[in-house]
């Protein structure tokens, strides 16, 4: 594996608080990496460190190529431009030519169920779909480095599972991914490391025993023409116009992915154990 970021040392005070504290990190080219942690523990901080946004009180980075980076922010600036101006101007300056780019933008715009808003002044978006936009700018022309700072936050369910299904078509074209998260079934879906931020420490976890033994409770809306599929039957209980499924975490997402293709709606999921 080609290391392409190298963190050594790297500390990061706030009035005169320290955040990260001596950090060293090797990152690879085509690793999927979730930052984890407390809301506070630093975790955004980490990802613009990275990106060359904040500069480290102590330490360096070390860039071992010249690498293409995108960076999809927490929060969004209010902006009176639409969906589509925005992502015009973006797709402009990124040099993708005119018809290309509005292919991509409406295709986009349709596997994130944007279409009706695509001309809605982005000030007056939620922040789910300012996310997405986010998002959708990050695919718009394919980065080496793609960090995304909590990028389901808001998000309604159907549009997670096209997030973790493109990003995995990323990870196939060894894009490295960075990205700060609280859901771990996102880590599950997409990460190939964990990394949880604390009192200025950064700190490998273990996904597979961390992970091993949940399960997760499914709801599923029954659409027009659905289908069960045969694997899943055991799993799953009828409830009027929908279905309920319990399931062991490292099934979920490929149960998931399955049921959206058969033609149901995923409504809700929930950790059995909560
Ligand atoms: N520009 C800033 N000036 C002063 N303090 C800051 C600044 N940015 C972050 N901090 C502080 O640094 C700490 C870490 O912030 P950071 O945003 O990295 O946390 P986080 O893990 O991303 O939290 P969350 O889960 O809420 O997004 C917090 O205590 C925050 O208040
Ligand atoms: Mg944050």
Redesign the pocket.
């Known amino acids: 594996m080609k290391e392409i970021i190298q963190l050594e040392k790297i500390s990061k005070e706030?009035?005169h608080k320290r955040?990260i504290n001596q950090i060293d990190l090797s990152i690879y080219e085509g690793q999927s990496i979730a930052f984890t942690?407390h809301?506070?523990?630093?975790?955004?901080?980490m990802l613009k460190i990275i990106a060359g946004l904040v500069k480290p009180s102590g330490g360096r980075v070390v860039y071992r190529d010249r690498l293409l980076f995108h960076y999809v922010p927490?929060r969004f600036p209010k902006m009176s431009l639409t969906a589509w101006q925005y992502l015009k101007r973006m797709g402009e300056i990124d040099g993708i030519p005119r018809k290309v780019l509005e292919d991509r933008c409406e295709n986009l715009f349709e596997d994130f169920f944007l279409t009706e808003m695509v001309n809605t002044s982005m000030k007056d978006l939620s922040k789910g779909t300012l996310q997405k936009i986010g998002v959708i700018q990050a695919l718009l022309r394919k980065p080496q480095v793609l960090l995304l700072d909590?990028p389901l936050s808001g998000q309604d369910m159907d549009s997670q599972m096209v997030f973790i299904e493109k990003m995995n078509a990323l990870r196939g074209e060894n894009v490295t991914l960075l990205m700060?998260c609280h859901e771990q079934y996102l880590m599950e879906s997409i990460s190939d490391t964990v990394l949880s931020?604390g009192e200025g420490k950064v700190e490998k976890v273990d996904i597979t025993a961390a992970f091993s033994g949940r399960e997760y409770i499914l709801w599923f809306e029954k659409q027009k023409n659905a289908t069960m599929p045969e694997k899943y039957r055991p799993y799953i209980r009828q409830t009027g116009e929908g279905c309920r499924a319990r399931i062991p975490e490292d099934e979920s997402s490929h149960m998931i992915m399955e049921m959206i293709r058969c033609g149901w709606k995923l409504r809700g999921m929930r950790d059995a154990g909560i």
């Open positions: 706030y009035d955040i942690g809301n506070g523990s630093g975790k955004s901080t927490e909590e700060s931020v």
